[in-house]
């Protein structure tokens, strides 16, 4: 949910390590290091003791959805020539927090030819914090204050959240999914300051990342049980979908129905008059940043995926997701797997959302035993006129 909860993923080293491997022929054997200070200063090094000296470099590093990497040339920075830094200000050009970034360097050796080193990949943490770490499966707590047993407590609740969520759809995490559980929001803010950004909307699944903000307490786990699985929906909607961007209205909206039983916050909303542009058409794109009317799109949003689940089932909410995976537009999507259009969609919403007349849900309730009770009683009645019919003959 656009607020302040937000959705991540993946902890990797906070200083990442030469990769483990054996070097493939033509790969340049030498030693390759990331270590930063959160906020202030990244620092990539190239050192190639041992080997022949380096007369240039090329430092190439990328973060998803980038076409192209960064390219930076170095030289040596010692007279021996086995030594490659650069480094990066995040003061004057800040990194956004939790991202993977990938590195390699290209080397001309003096005497030789260019060579490349292995690629290597590390998260951006907030190492500010003293991440302590739990997992079940493919779930990893990351949790700094608070006790062990309440940090269990939000584990089991994010492992119950994604069997109910990933179930019924037949999901099965291809990789593993972090949350980073912040007990002070302005711990996850200024994170997010120091690279010029907000956290509120910032929702990335495809780094596989929850970051929470929640006390460590009773009242902590209790905002935690809404929090968890609307996060843990848009990492299994993004999976399941192939990465191929999806409506808002279903992405948001089968976010608040996996929070369970309707938020009454957002039942008001549904009550008040509609703001503009509060619509599903208009909630195929980004869900809005006023907030009045991102309330009444979350609330639209989830009452349209609930009304569809109860009318189409879980296998109709699963034929939207197909769809949308293939590319389908939003409006195609509809009409391919529902037979009707999103204004369409939309009425039948409001219409099931009116307040209904009084008994008549009784009503709806017993109309299929009084229908029987009718069939069952024009039997005898037909009887008795078939007989009174051979009598006046």
């Not at 080293?13 to 270590?35: D, K, M, N, Y």
Request: glycine letters at 10%; a neutral charge.
């Amino acid at each position: 949910m656009k607020q302040a909860l937000l959705g991540f993923v993946l902890l990797l080293p906070i200083f990442a390590r030469p990769l483990q491997t054996s070097t493939p022929a033509g790969t340049f054997p030498g030693r390759a290091t990331v270590e930063y200070t959160f906020g202030q200063r990244m620092r990539f090094v190239l050192e190639g003791e041992g080997l022949p000296a380096i007369s240039e470099a090329i430092l190439y590093y990328t973060m998803p959805g980038m076409e192209t990497p960064y390219r930076v040339r170095r030289t040596p920075e010692a007279s021996d020539g086995l030594r490659v830094i650069y480094e990066r200000d995040l003061r004057r050009e800040p990194l956004p927090p939790f991202v993977p970034i990938t590195f390699w360097w290209e080397v001309r050796e003096d005497p030789g030819g260019w060579r490349s080193t292995e690629p290597q990949t590390f998260r951006y943490l907030d190492n500010r914090v003293a991440w302590q770490t739990l997992s079940a499966g493919s779930l990893r707590l990351h949790w700094h204050a608070g006790d062990p047993g309440l940090a269990r407590s939000v584990l089991e609740l994010a492992r119950r959240s994604l069997e109910r969520i990933g179930g019924p759809l037949g999901y099965s995490a291809p990789e593993p999914i972090d949350l980073f559980w912040y007990a002070d929001p302005e711990l996850a803010r200024a994170a997010f300051r120091l690279a010029g950004l907000e956290i509120e909307g910032e929702v990335r699944p495809r780094w596989r990342a929850v970051i929470l903000m929640a006390s460590p307490d009773g009242a902590g786990l209790e905002a935690l049980r809404r929090a968890i699985p609307h996060e843990l929906t848009h990492v299994v909607l993004h999976d399941l979908a192939g990465g191929q961007p999806l409506p808002a209205w279903l992405d948001e909206g089968w976010a608040v129905w996996s929070e369970g039983p309707p938020d009454p916050a957002l039942l008001r909303a549904l009550q008040e008059p509609r703001l503009e542009g509060v619509s599903l058409i208009g909630l195929c794109g980004d869900f809005p940043t006023d907030p009045l009317r991102a309330r009444q799109a979350y609330a639209l949003a989830g009452a349209t995926v609930r009304y569809l689940h109860d009318r189409e089932g879980i296998g109709g909410l699963r034929g939207l997701l197909e769809a949308y995976a293939q590319g389908l537009s939003c409006e195609s999507g509809v009409r391919r797997v529902l037979g009707r259009s999103l204004e369409r969609l939309e009425r039948e919403v409001e219409a099931a959302l009116r307040p209904q007349p009084p008994g008549r849900a009784v009503l709806e309730g017993l109309g299929p035993w009084l229908l029987l009770f009718l069939l069952m009683s024009l039997g005898p009645f037909s009887l008795l006129l078939g007989g009174r019919s051979s009598s006046a003959r």
